[in-house]
């Protein structure tokens, strides 16, 4: 059984790995292990954008995951953008092993409020199950309070709850539990 | 249910194509990608892409605007949403003129685009179900959509064959799903009264005084809310057949009212002191014993005479269980392919354990027994596994027996059960076995349930 790699993208929050850690613990049977933090990679920056390529630091996770490593998933703060469209909170490849999200939108600082610490945990944990989720071949659920459900704002992201609604969690079950699937 | 949409992505830039299909697969779609106009050709020749996007410009080779009108040479029905930049906002508004669907400008909200497709398929969804629904009303109801080798159910049908020209009532025995309603329509759409309404009333659905106004209709003011006249399923009838299901189940009084109409074929609306005359055939059907009815004085002998003129009774599944797998050939392709699902067979295992199950609810359990495993099955063909919660029911016993297994494979079973209980969160799972959860971990890897 491989591990749950955990890794950061330039600089965090202070507990934000912490966070990640339990929420990976609670739904994955999977050692989790964290990896060294890695840097921004320079040309992932769109200056015209001022914002990030999540392709170019997906491109730069698959070169750095270690070779057991099952599934890798990178936290960053910085703004993440892919050309089609104005922001991402995370991506996934879809039934593969890398996955990012970004917490410079869940913050409130965003939007112009003052800082809640506890709002961002349950946002990034919300955020984590969902991209971690795809890379165990969940796709969209159109159940709002699930996990998996689309956030194209801030406000379904708090729609959500901290966990999966019970068809996608069988899906997980099916998937650890199986015989012929591979994790 | 996404699978049948795939989506196409032209784009000349890698970082687009391969960005944009990454968040497309992540709701549920076929994605593929294609550099040029001409690779999107190629691809578009073999798959009949749903929507396509397509970049409006592409250096070298075919642009935007060409690349759609060739596709849509190929394939008229795709929508095609052009790609556009804020520059070339012009030209995208021209490809709209040509035959795009719509056009978006990049980079734009996630909300827009993911509005936008929904509402693309939501419509391509309307339209496929609307051709459906218009095969489904063109298609005549035969004697061939009755599925038997059973001799007693040839005999019946060639008795529906016979009787269908004729305007003798009809009563159909059978336990509830043996395909009764079926029959009828079998004896309706075979005769000369084809061309002409065949009206369905379940008796047992509703109240006396319901019951009679649905059959005969009102006259206006016959009663509070009875604003217009109203004609009822006699009516409505007229020159076809009606059929009476669960007719066991009527009160004396509509008892009455019915024989009338049998014997006369005039009755009044609710209401009403006009009599109102009708040309319909009657056809009757019930899960219950009318003669014994009869004789327990529930229902009326000289109405069971009228309705009794020819009699068929529908075997339960049970006494033709030769026809269990001929029916669930048939239903396995059919409701398949109406959920879209990839399942195309049945196999010997399995038609055995159908084989040998009761069917209580008859070929109706048999339909939806073989609905729900094409819903949960993960394989192209069912299997004696998909139906193992079928033999479960049947007739396990009720006490907990412990199966004649190893003891791993009982701790791997436990450990799925309770993974399956908390709907897969691991953290309640380990504390339900009462293990930590990377004693839980090593078990599954143990057991090589994770690879």
Known sequence: MNDLCIVAIGSLPARALDWIEDAAAEWFPLPIRRLAPLSIPEGAYDAKRKQYQSVEMMRMLAQHAPRDASRVLAVTDVDLAIPMLSFLFGQAQFDGPIAIVSLCRLHQEFYGLPPEENLLRERAVKEVLHELGHTFGLVHCAETACAMSLATHIELVDAKAEQYCARCGMQLVQRFTSREATV | MKKNWPILVVDDEDVMCESMGAWLREDGYHVDTASSGQKALELAKAMDYAICFVDLKMPGGMDGIETMMEIHRIRPESSIIIITAYATVDTAIQAMKEGAQEYIV????????????????????????????????????????????????????????????????????????????????????????????????????????????????????????????????????????????????????????????????????????????????????????????????????????????????????????????????????????????????????????????????????????????????????????????????????????????????????AIVAALERKHGNVKEASTALGIDRSTLYDKLKRYEIVH
């Open chain 2, 106 to 413: 990049k980079p734009c909200n996630p909300q827009e685009i993911s509005m936008l497709v929904s509402r693309i398929l939501k419509l391509k969804k309307l339209q496929s179900e609307n051709a459906i629904l218009r095969k489904k009303l063109n298609r005549q109801y035969r004697h061939s959509d009755i599925i038997t080798k059973n001799p007693r159910m040839g005999e019946i049908l060639a008795l529906t064959r016979d009787v269908a020209d004729l305007r003798s009532t009809v009563l159909i025995r059978g336990e509830s799903g043996t395909g009764k309603e079926l029959v009828a329509r079998a004896v309706h759409f075979s005769g000369n009264r084809a061309e002409k309404p065949f009206i369905v009333v379940s008796c047992a659905a509703l109240t006396e005084t319901l019951l009679e106004s649905e059959l005969f209709g009102y006259e206006k003011g016959a009663f509070t809310g009875a604003a217009t006249q109203v004609k009822g399923k006699f009516e409505m009838a007229h020159g076809g057949t009606i059929f009476l299901d669960e007719i066991g189940d009527i009160s004396p009084k509509l008892q009455a009212d019915l024989l009338r109409v049998l014997q006369e074929r005039r009755f009044y609306r609710v209401g009403g002191n006009q009599e109102v005359e009708v040309d319909v055939r009657i056809i009757a059907a019930t899960n219950k014993n009318l003669s014994e009815e009869v004789q327990a004085g529930r229902f009326r002998e000289d109405l069971y005479y009228r309705l009794n003129v020819i009699e068929i009774r529908l075997p339960a599944l049970r006494e033709r269980r030769e026809d269990v797998p001929l029916l669930a050939e048939h239903f396995v392709q059919h409701i398949s392919s109406a959920l879209g699902r990839d399942v195309s067979g049945i196999s010997a295992a399995a038609l055995k354990v159908l084989i040998a199950y009761d069917w209580p609810g008859n070929v109706r359990e048999l339909e939806n027994v073989i609905e729900r495993a094409i819903v949960t099955c993960r394989n192209g063909t069912l299997d004696e596994q998909d139906f193992s919660w079928l033999e479960r029911n049947a007739g396990q016993p009720q006490n907990w027996e412990v199966p004649d297994v190893s003891l791993g494979e009982l701790e791997r079973r």
